[in-house]
């Protein structure tokens, strides 16, 4: 092998050609690759030569053209302006052809094959070949390689093994070695491995002894500029220092460039460090980090000048001249940053002698002048350059104005700069510059009339060009108006007109542009191109009708806001080469400018009243965020303000539609990708992070705090921004927490915030947070002392807009600061004149600055606060007096404010929020009126009553003594005298402006028309009314005496007495009729407004109006005040059982909604949430009232006798009632006998004292027997009926006889209507009490009156008890509840048990099935007494609980998430256990089960031992009274709720037990049968029980008899 080939290298030496060779060198190699050469170093060497001579010989007649072809470079591309390349780039069409490709891929082989037993030589037998030899394969395979076009990868590992070949080698000569490492370096670098490559470079630059000739000067340079790329590649400068290195790499490249006269070397340093340092030139910090570099890159670059090459001088090309002139520009800019004028106008005058382009001498002249202005020196000489260049010569003036000091130079260095502008085509420039002028007037706080000047000037200029289908000119036009409205400020006629002028062009401009979108539109296209909510449809085909394009666009405010740009129109603007008419980037310049100015627009037209008019607007700002802007969250933001403002105005069907865009906010998919792009670009993420913060703020406008807290967080992941961003973050996550109810973590937010100098805006917004979280703390006195601290700091001496704004926020804060006060009573050392006068003060800077509605809210807490503190009855007159006095004055503002907006917004079919304040404003001026009528009314009956009664003599003698009244009294009835026929004309001229108004505001109209008409009718019949107020007295009294005939002695009367008696009484009844009415009316409109204070008011009026003539009507208008009431309270408590979840309980954002409304006020919401809510939430449902109370009496079983209790809401009057006896409706089973039982209604005057007494002693007693239970359990001891609890007995039977006597006035009166039962109806009929919060607090179920009756229960209202009827009806719960064959499979889930035999239903009960019972005992194991007693129930009547499912014990209780499991799929369901089941399931939990198919629920606990005492301890458990409990259960949809009325022991729990499964499977009762049983005390054994720890049967049955059971809810469920 070696004598061949020692012959081929002489054939080759002497000029032969390697392809002759070919035919030998070929098998020769196949030989020695069989030969396994890795194992002999010698052969290895012999396989490397060959190969190479192979490669050559397969393509030696292409060899010379390809080398020619090849591209050597391995540098990243410079474009000839400097500019980076873009990476790798991609590849031309290859250098060979189709044919040649084949022999190169072959060579390719045989080098490849070769190169792989190299490295296993090396890696496996540690033997290495000589560099030289493998070097040569390397080349030749690179170069094959670069022929052909493929990538040679980074896995191929070429530089990094001849790098670690070459590690090991001893250089004799250096300069081959700085050569070899340079190539090194190169190689690397074009395969990216940038560590190697500068791991190469420094070894070259390490070298010593090398000659210092030219050739390693070029060398030299050529390493410095490859570490300089690898250093600066981006992976690896993530940090100051790596980059910082690399910069002076480059600048050491161009150091021995000079030296070796490689002039392209120095460039190519030069434009790699101009692109890299290209993003720190945007920084003043970094400017001044690379000055000292670039000072010695220009003198490299002045070196270069001069120098000879090829004996001609170097010429630099026009980009790098370009990249010279940028660096002079930079150290221009660093002199002007650090503030050194004298020395940057010494430079920029070295720096013009050296350039010689006028361009680039433009650069620098431009930081000449402004370096003059910054030192005063005169200026006329440097323009003069520019006098042909009037764009030009305008930005220089512009540029003075912005760096001269001095106000004067400024203003005429900006006019200057506008003047400039002269030729027609520089227009719009010139509006430009005008609008910054404004600005900087605007800013230095100049008069009015001069900024208003300014852009009156720049109007003029627009209207001047000659095309007024124009866009551009409408958007300038909109722009300048919008800026003079708000110079002139709100409360100004002035900015009222050029407001509307304003909103004109912004309408005008968005149906022009959707009028020229819909005509280039393709006629296919023009149905789809504007879609609207509210597409028409034939009646018959059911097809889409066809619009033409006039009735497309909107025209209307409900059209405008159901209208939704389709995508088909946004691409017609887009893409499409429209007029001038149309919205595109060509005719909108500053499109985010256009966007806030609009935005600016609506929200002073929400503020003035004038919401309607900002659909367009908002239309036009959806074109602009999702085309011109192109940033998705910002269409959003747009999306969501019309669904708020549709709300605003109760336009539901439209809120409905944008709704569906609530589930775009937040951090959504698009959200993300825009923060990527965002941050890529790193410009535009602060724009993204206000968008986000904008949306925010809507959704929690709209209470979608869920979704908002969303929106915070992707604004916070758009990074801290600036000092001013990172406090409005926390200022914003505070407002939230706020809203959340999480009081500490607002605290801790606010106190995040530095107390630095901030912007009066946000100072002010930082204020309102503070005091309302302060408020909500219940830190009163420390709001109102903030707030009043915030006003001293904001009050200050400024002018021009400055001024103006800090108006409104002084006026803001001054209100909010007197409403505080006169709402918290935090007086202080202020007098109530010195309050009245602070608030009437705030109410005149509201007004002032226009912002009337706001005006209105403190005028109303003025008056509230003025009727509220009185002591006596002649200082309420007072009161009264102010306070109609201070809304007589509001309500001429409002008819004023009424006036311009009607005179705007022509449509009367939206119930704008501004004019609903003020209408509400006008009603508590009636209302008050109303007030003082009803009291004088009052007065005048009883003294009519009285004088009747009197000699002429005393009552001339009375007359005599009131003028010696006080001054207020006297006029207080002088007023009162006239006023019912004023307030009723008011009353009438409101309701002809309410045509379109929100239901509480209509409900309230009515209701207020209805009391004067009824106030009417009392002044009329005097008698009559005192005979009423006289029966409430005598039933009060408890007398039973008839009504008293006080015409009894009247003397025949005349004809003509006798004709005005007729008159007076059709009169009368003519008022009482209208009165009905308009109650009637109220109350309709209220109840389907979910209005419910109002509709409860209507409905107590209509009983006070009814209930002596028509006890039916006025029962069922009881029936409806009850369930009205009896709706907000469970509201309240639903509210409250949510609010007090832990902060991590996620809930859906309906129920949010849901949380976040009031309970007394109307509560409207997206139809979308409404759905969620009916769908998933049961309390909704049960917080509906019926708008038809007479129809639920129809559906009750014709076996209950529905008896009403309730207070009205004073407390001064109790109400009871027996209402009509049901009709059975769709009961199930047989109906019993019906018994003829006519309604009656009674109304009595109650001494609210009286029932808190009576409540405080319920109270008390349950706390001490309670307290007695957990001490005796505490120290092990039994309830054995000590003398101590002897005491509480006594108590318990005084507070039931204390009962008895608080209602005796109505239960006497009431028990006429009761029917007589017999021993045969005893057990059908059924006892409803229907009762107040307060009434049910008492054991009601204990009085005489009800003792003869089998089934006493209790129910919150006819309301609720209807609901939990039909509940069952429409679940199809008419048998056994489910179908017969799940039953089936219910039952068969346990082997060998047989279901229970078929048991009859008594007439008029409802089944519950008995095979799907579920129960719950002793699930802590820590009472034996009561886990026994169920086992020992569960097996005595085994033949009914075979099929039970529950858990006895520790070793069965469900885990915690299983209790939704556990409560919810049982149609009955017992749980006996210790403490309360509040202790167990979280209340917040309990009113978020679905339990609708639970029809009975019973309750066996409250009883204590030792161990549950302080497992409660530990835990902190919830405790809820057992009325709130059941009200808890009630929303989740509990059919029946039975518990302990009073705390009770485990042992009597026990008792309870067997009690209570006695009746309920052994005799089949109902369980109001069963709950009426055991509260008589006839239900316990006489025996001795076998479980330990219960007592004998006669002390077992004293307790029993001391305890209550109390049934909520359907009593006729029977187990079957």
Not at 666 to 685: F, N, P, Q, W
Not at 1604 to 1611: D, T
Request: some cysteine; overall charge neutral; hydrophobic content about 40%.
């Amino acid at each position: 092998m070696t004598c061949m080939w020692n012959v081929v290298v002489q054939f080759v030496t002497v000029g032969g050609d390697e392809s002759k060779l070919l035919q030998h060198v070929e098998p020769t190699l196949q030989i020695l690759q069989n030969m396994d050469s890795k194992r002999d170093l010698r052969m290895c060497e012999l396989q490397v030569r060959y190969s190479c001579l192979a490669a050559k010989g397969i393509v030696n007649l292409w060899l010379l053209k390809s080398s020619q072809q090849t591209s050597a470079s391995v540098l990243p591309a410079v474009s000839a302006g400097g500019k980076k390349g873009k990476g790798k780039g991609k590849l031309t069409e290859s250098a060979v052809n189709v044919d040649e490709a084949n022999d190169y891929k072959r060579a390719l082989v045989w080098l490849e094959q070769t190169r792989d037993t190299v490295v296993e030589c090396y890696t496996v037998e540690e033997k290495l070949i000589s560099v030289r030899i493998y070097s040569e394969l390397l080349h030749i395979w690179v170069q094959y390689k670069t022929l052909l076009h493929q990538t040679i990868g980074k896995d191929f590992g070429v530089a990094m093994e001849v790098a670690s070949l070459m590690e090991q080698c001893s250089w004799e000569e250096k300069d081959f070695e700085l050569q070899v490492w340079t190539c090194l370096g190169g190689l690397a670098a074009k395969q990216e491995d940038y560590s190697l490559s500068e791991k190469c470079c420094r070894t070259a630059i390490d070298v010593k002894g090398y000659k210092k000739t030219r050739r390693t000067s070029t060398l030299l340079a050529e390493a410095w500029y490859l570490l300089g790329s690898a250093l600066l590649a981006d992976s690896i400068t993530d940090s100051w220092p790596m980059l910082n290195t690399g910069l002076d790499a480059l600048l050491n490249c161009t150091r021995y460039g000079i030296e070796s006269d490689g002039h392209h070397l120095v460039i190519r340093a030069v434009r790699r460090f101009w692109n890299e340092v290209q993003p720190l030139l945007t920084s003043v910090d970094g400017r001044s980090s690379v000055s000292t570099q670039i000072t010695h890159l220009l003198k490299s670059i002045s070196s270069l000048r001069g120098r000879k090459l090829n004996g001609s001088e170097v010429s630099l090309e026009e980009s790098d001249l370009d990249t010279h002139a940028g660096f002079l520009a930079v150290l221009l800019q660093l002199q002007a940053d650090r503030g050194n004028w004298q020395q940057c106008l010494q430079e920029a005058d070295d720096a013009a002698k050296y350039l010689t382009k006028p361009s680039h001498r433009l650069i620098v002249h431009r930081y000449r002048i402004l370096a003059c202005a910054k030192l005063g020196k005169l200026l006329s000489m440097d323009f003069v350059k520019y006098i042909n260049d009037e764009k030009e010569l305008s930005a220089l003036w512009k540029m003075v104005a912005i760096a001269t000091s001095d106000k004067l130079w400024q203003f005429n260095a900006l006019q200057k700069a506008v003047s400039a502008l002269r030729a027609p085509t520089s227009c719009w420039l010139k509006v430009d510059y005008i609008f910054d002028l404004v600005d900087w007037l605007q800013a230095e706080g100049f008069p009015v009339n001069t900024i208003t000047q300014q852009l009156q000037w720049a109007i003029s200029i627009v209207i001047d060009v000659q095309d007024e289908t124009c866009s551009r000119q409408l958007d300038y036009l909109m722009r300048a108006n919008a800026l003079i409205a708000s110079v002139h400020g709100f409360g100004t006629d002035q900015h009222r007109q050029h407001l509307l002028l304003a909103v004109g062009f912004a309408t005008k401009l968005i149906k022009m542009s959707l009028k020229a979108a819909t005509m280039t539109a393709p006629e296919n296209m023009r149905v789809k191109a504007v879609k609207s909510t509210t597409v028409p449809h034939d009646s018959k085909s059911g097809a889409i009708l066809q619009k033409k394009i006039s009735e497309a666009i909107p025209s209307t405010t409900i059209e405008w806001a159901e209208f939704a740009i389709s995508d088909d129109v946004l691409d017609v603007l887009d893409n499409s080469v429209l007029e001038s008419s149309a919205i595109s980037l060509e005719t909108i310049l500053n499109p985010r400018l256009s966007f806030d100015v609009l935005s600016s627009l609506i929200d002073s037209l929400q503020d003035v009243g004038l919401t309607p008019l900002c659909f367009p607007l908002l239309t036009l700002q959806q074109v602009l965020a999702s085309r011109l802007i192109g940033l998705k969250p910002l269409s959003v933001f747009v999306s969501l303000k019309i669904l708020k403002i549709c709300q605003d105005l109760h336009l539901l069907k439209a809120a409905d539609y944008w709704s569906e865009y609530v589930k775009l906010a937040g951090l959504t998919a698009d959200t993300t990708a825009s923060i990527k792009v965002a941050a890529a670009t790193k410009h535009s993420l602060p724009e993204l992070q206000e968008v986000m913060l904008m949306q925010m703020d809507v959704l929690t406008e709209l209470n979608y705090y869920p979704m908002a807290r969303q929106c915070l967080e992707a604004a916070a992941s758009c990074g801290s921004g600036t000092t001013l961003m990172q406090e409005r973050l926390l200022l914003k996550r505070a407002r939230l927490a706020l809203l959340e109810g999480i009081i500490p973590d607002a605290f801790g937010y606010l106190n995040a915030i530095p107390k630095t100098k901030k912007s009066k805006k946000f100072f002010a917004e930082y204020i309102t947070v503070y005091a309302d979280t302060l408020l909500a703390a219940g830190e009163c006195s420390q709001a109102a002392r903030a707030i009043a601290d915030g006003i001293k700091a904001l009050v200050a001496k400024h002018s021009g807009m400055e001024a103006q704004q800090l108006d409104i926020l002084i006026a803001t804060l001054s209100a909010k600061h007197a409403c505080v006060i006169a709402q918290t009573a935090q007086h202080g050392d202020l007098t109530r004149t010195e309050i009245s006068s602070l608030l009437h003060e705030s109410t005149a800077r509201l007004v002032k600055v226009g912002h009337v509605s706001n005006a209105f809210d403190v005028t109303r807490i003025h008056a509230k606060y003025l009727l509220h503190y009185r002591s006596n009855e002649t200082s309420m007159h007072q009161a009264q007096l102010e306070a109609r006095c201070l809304l007589e004055a509001a309500c001429e503002v409002a008819d004023g404010f009424l006036q311009e907006v009607f005179s705007v917004v022509k449509s009367n079919d939206v119930q704008i929020p501004a004019v609903l304040k003020a209408m509400q404003i006008k009603l508590d001026h009636c209302s008050l009126s109303l007030e003082m009528l009803e009291m004088w009314t009052k007065n005048f009956v009883k003294q009519s009553v009285e004088k009747s009664k009197k000699d002429l003599v005393q009552v001339i003698l009375e007359e005599y003594t009131e003028r010696e009244k006080p001054e207020s009294v006297i006029e207080w009835n002088c007023l009162c005298r006239t006023l019912g026929d004023a307030t009723l004309c008011n009353l009438l001229n409101i309701e002809k402006q309410m045509k379109h108004c929100t239901p509480a505001l209509k409900s309230r109209l009515y209701l207020l028309l209805g009391k004067c008409k009824r106030l009417a009718y009392m002044k009329e019949t005097p008698q009559e009314e005192s005979s009423r107020a006289t029966r409430a007295v005598q039933y009060s009294t408890g007398s039973q005496s008839e009504d008293l005939d006080c015409g009894s002695n009247a003397h025949k009367v005349p004809s003509m007495e006798k004709f005005k008696m007729v008159k007076q009484f059709i009169i009368s009844q003519q008022l009482l009729i209208d009165a009905s009415n308009h109650l009637q009316e109220a109350c309709s409109i209220a109840l389907d407004g979910k209005c419910l204070e109002i509709a409860a008011i209507a409905a107590l009026d209509l009983f006070d109006l009814h209930y002596n003539y028509d006890e039916k009507l006025a029962g069922i208008y009881l029936a409806l005040y009850q369930s009205c009431q009896a709706s907000r309270v469970l509201y309240d408590t639903l509210q409250g059982s949510m609010k007090n979840a832990p902060t991590t309980t996620l809930l859906s954002t309906a129920m949010q909604v849901l949380l976040n409304t009031s309970s007394s006020g109307e509560r409207t919401m997206p139809k979308l949430y409404s759905d969620e809510l009916e769908q998933k939430h049961h309390a909704f449902r049960v917080l509906e009232v019926s708008s038809q109370p007479s129809l639920l009496l129809r559906d009750l079983p014709s076996n209950f006798t529905v008896i009403i209790l309730q207070h009205s809401a004073d407390r001064s009057y109790l109400y009871g009632g027996v209402l009509e006896k049901p009709s059975g409706g769709k009961a199930v089973g047989k109906q019993p006998a019906e018994t003829s039982t006519q309604p009656i209604m009674c109304k009595v005057e109650t001494d609210a004292k009286r029932l808190e007494a009576l409540l405080s002693h319920a109270r008390q007693l349950t706390e001490q027997l309670d307290k007695y239970l957990q001490q005796s359990a505490y120290h092990g001891q039994t309830f054995v009926m000590p003398d101590e609890i002897s005491s509480l007995l006594l108590e318990y039977n005084e507070l039931i006889n204390a009962t008895d006597t608080y209602l005796q006035p109505v239960i006497s009166r009431l028990s006429k209507a009761l029917p007589s039962v017999d021993a045969e109806q005893r057990e059908e009929e059924c006892v409803v009490l229907l009762a107040d919060g307060y009434l049910l607090e008492l054991p009601l179920e204990k009085l005489q009156a009800f003792d003869v009756y089998s089934s006493v229960s209790r129910d919150f209202s006819l309301q609720v008890l209807h609901h939990r009827l039909m509940s069952m009806r429409k679940d199809g719960r008419k048998g056994s509840g489910r179908s017969e064959s799940q039953n089936k499979k219910k039952v068969d889930k346990k082997a060998g048990t047989k279901s229970a035999p078929g048991r009859a239903v008594a007439a008029g009960c409802l089944p519950v099935p008995l095979a799907d019972v579920g129960y719950l005992a002793d699930m802590h194991a820590e009472c034996p007494t009561i886990a026994d007693a169920m086992r020992t129930t569960l097996n005595h009547y085994h033949q009914y609980t075979a099929n039970w499912e529950g858990f006895i014990g520790i070793a069965e209780r469900p885990a915690a998430g299983a209790w939704e499991a556990v409560l919810a799929d049982r149609k009955a369901f017992f749980y006996c256990g210790l403490e309360g089941l509040a202790a167990e399931v979280a209340p917040f939990k309990i009113t978020q089960l679905a339990l609708k198919e639970c029809l009975l629920m019973i309750l066996l606990d409250q009883g204590h031992t030792r161990e549950s005492l302080l497992r409660t301890s530990r835990s902190h458990a919830s405790s809820v009274d057992t009325v709130t409990l059941a009200r808890m259960l009630t929303i989740a949809g509990v059919g029946c709720v039975t518990l302990n009325y009073l705390p009770a022991s485990p042992a009597q729990n026990a008792t309870h037990i067997q009690a209570l499964m006695t009746e309920l499977l052994e005799n089949c009762r109902s369980a109001g049968q069963a709950t009426q049983q055991l509260n008589l005390g006839m239900l316990v054994p006489d025996q001795t029980p076998d479980s330990p720890g219960q007592q004998g049967s006669g002390t077992a049955y004293r307790a029993s008899a001391c305890a209550a059971f109390i049934c909520y809810g359907l009593p006729n469920l029977v187990l079957s």
